[in-house]
């Protein structure tokens, strides 16, 4: 279970929220939600502790976040503005990358599948700076169904792409709520699949 208690988050010297509070289970998926600026990627960075909050504390599995950063990391797979890609690595080159680094066993054959997924085939071997903006996304898209995370925080993971590909995110959000995986997302655009929280902040 993911649980925020209690926080309270300032950015210079504007508060953004305060006392927000939930309790997020296995299969269930929060929405966060608000205007530009008024503090989505901000909560979702306290969340992954990656920024602190000012008050109030983040729990995974009953335990403060910033008592058990290591295991929470392995738990845990942020998908945020930036996709997290190496210019110069092929996808293939990434993922196998992002798995090491993640500790996952990923053989090129099951690298591949995932690519295959993430509709990649055929550029799997190119330097990423040479894809577009949408392919690259789905590289990042590909390393999450790789991170064999619970817990997916996914900040806007719908930018940059196309109809077919927003399907997909649709289709892994599914098939990884029903695995008993964790979901936080914020996104402008409509998703087809139901949540069941909403958080709206601002
Ligand atoms: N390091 C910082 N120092 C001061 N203010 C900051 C900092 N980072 C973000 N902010 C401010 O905090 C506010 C919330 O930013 P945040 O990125 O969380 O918004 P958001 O709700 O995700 O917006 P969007 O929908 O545009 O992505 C913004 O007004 C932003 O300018």
């Known amino acids: ?44 960075r306290l969340l992954c502790g990656l920024a602190q909050p000012a008050t109030g504390e983040v729990h995974w599995q009953g335990e403060n976040i910033q008592d058990q950063r290591s295991e929470y990391c392995h738990s845990m797979a942020y998908l945020g503005h930036h996709n997290g890609v190496k210019e110069e690595l092929s996808p293939l080159e990434n993922l196998s990358f992002a798995a090491t680094v993640a500790g996952v066993v990923a053989p090129e054959d099951k690298i591949g599948e995932v690519l295959n997924r993430v509709g990649l085939c055929g550029c799997e071997e190119l330097p990423a700076k040479m894809l577009s903006q949408g392919q690259r996304r789905r590289i990042a898209l590909a390393r999450l169904l790789l991170a064999e995370s619970r817990l997916w925080i996914l900040d806007e993971p719908l930018a940059a792409l196309d109809v ?13 709520l029903t695995g008993g995986g964790l979901v936080v997302l914020t996104t402008h ?14």
């Not at 655009?189 to 601002?202: M, T």
């Open 164 to 176: 077919q590909a927003v399907a997909l995110v649709e289709e892994m959000l599914s098939e990884h």
């Open 189 to 202: 655009q409509p998703l087809k699949i139901s949540f069941n929280f909403e958080i709206r902040v601002g």
């Open 1 to 44: 279970m993911l649980e925020a208690i209690s926080l309270q988050c300032v950015r210079g010297d504007r508060e953004l929220f305060n006392n927000l509070n939930f309790a997020l289970g296995s299969g269930e998926m929060l929405l966060v939600s608000g205007s530009n600026g008024t503090g989505k990627t901000s909560l979702l």
